[in-house]
Every structure is written in structure tokens, then in C-alpha cells.
């Protein structure tokens, strides 16, 4: 997943503001403890997957506002997609997807937040646990994939590195082989009784 726009509008400590990656191939986010280095990721994980680091959900909505909202514009296996993301307080979540099409975004929404974020989850082949374990270290957190169980661990790493590919592949291989195997007793038997 290559970022390309993060825009925040009342988001944890973030009244209004628009991040433009274009062109950047590498990033470095730097300031003093408390200026919301953390929150633009987070605000990444909570677009993408609905999970922040707040307890409460209406806790993502900056203090005083009514409305939080995020919008995350970027490329993944050479499509550009569109995740918006809002939360009224005291109130439901919306959730919008969208894939480029030309020069303008055309929904892939479905029906129900349930349904888009399968979606969602479909197009970027990773899930919330993988991507906190891997690719977002939280702050104070370093160590959650080390504390986990061997059992959770290795799925984590299973999910990152797409072993499941490989099971799948292993029983395609598996029905084939049977495939083969009866039709070689088939001929067998046709060329015993010739």
C-alpha cells in the first residue's frame, strides 16, 4: 500500500489537515512527545479498519466537535482506492470505498458497513492484528506481538507472509494428483482387458 492522501478533519488531536505523499518515497514524521506523530497512523488504522487506540469510539472525535472524519487516498497492486470514513457523535459510523476509474473515484461500497469493510479487507489482503503486529508498531506497544501466544504469533505471521496461498495451492495440487490417479487406474484397466 503506497499513500498517496490523508485528510483529517476533527480527528483525535487534529482539527483540519491534508497530507499530500505525492513524490515522497520515504518519510520521516518528527516533533516533540505529544504533537500527534501517532495519530496521523492512527487515523490511517481507523480509516482502513475501524480500530483505533481509543477506548470509547467517540473518542476519535476531537474534543468539542460534533464530527470526526478521515479520508485515506492510496495505491495498492496498482489500483488507486478512496476510504472515507466518519463518526457522528452519540451516533453511528460511515464508511465509504472507492476505487479510480479514469480521473474520478467510482464507490465499491456495499451495502452495510459489515459488507464494505469485508470488501476492504479483500483488496488489501491484511487485517487489522497483522497490520499492528508488522507494518505500525503502536506507541508503548512494541512488544504486543512478543507477549502474544506462539499459537497467535504464528498465524500473525502466517496472514503477513500469505501462507494461506500455499495451503490452498497444496489442495489444489492434492485434488489434481487424485484426478490423475483414477484416471490412470481407468486406463489400466482398459489396457488389461485389450
Known amino acids: 500500500m503506497i499513500p498517496k492522501r490523508l ?3 476533527n480527528f483525535l488531536s487534529y482539527r483540519d489537515v491534508v497530507l499530500d505523499f505525492t513524490g515522497l518515497h520515504v518519510a520521516c514524521i518528527c516533533g516533540p512527545n505529544g504533537a500527534g ?3 496521523l497512523l492512527e487515523a490511517m488504522a481507523w480509516v482502513l479498519w475501524g480500530h483505533s487506540r481509543v477506548a470509547i469510539d467517540d473518542d476519535v472525535i476531537h474534543l468539542g466537535a460534533k464530527e470526526a472524519r478521515v479520508e485515506f487516498v492510496f495505491e495498492h497492486q496498482g489500483q488507486v482506492y478512496r476510504v472515507l470514513r466518519g463518526r457522528r457523535r452519540r451516533q453511528g459510523c460511515l464508511l465509504e470505498f472507492q476505487i479510480q476509474a479514469s480521473n474520478e473515484f467510482r ?3 456495499q451495502r ?4 464494505t469493510q469485508q470488501l476492504i479487507l479483500q483488496h488489501l489482503k491484511v487485517d487489522y ?3 499492528i503486529h508488522s507494518a505500525y508498531l503502536r506507541q508503548g506497544r512494541a512488544d504486543e506481538f512478543m507477549l502474544k501466544r506462539p499459537g497467535e504469533r504464528k498465524q500473525i505471521l502466517a496472514d503477513l507472509l500469505k501462507l494461506t ?3 490452498r495451492l497444496a ?3 492434492r485434488e489434481r494428483s487424485r484426478t490423475y490417479q483414477a484416471e490412470i487406474k481407468v486406463l489400466i484397466t482398459a489396457l488389461a482387458q485389450a
Open 7 to 9: 485528510t483529517l478533519i
Open 107 to 109: 464507490s465499491l461500497t
Open 165 to 167: 496461498q500455499y495451503d
Open 129 to 131: 492484528e497483522t497490520f
Open 171 to 173: 489442495e489444489k495440487a
Open 37 to 39: 506523530k501517532s495519530s
Open 112 to 115: 452495510g458497513i459489515r459488507a
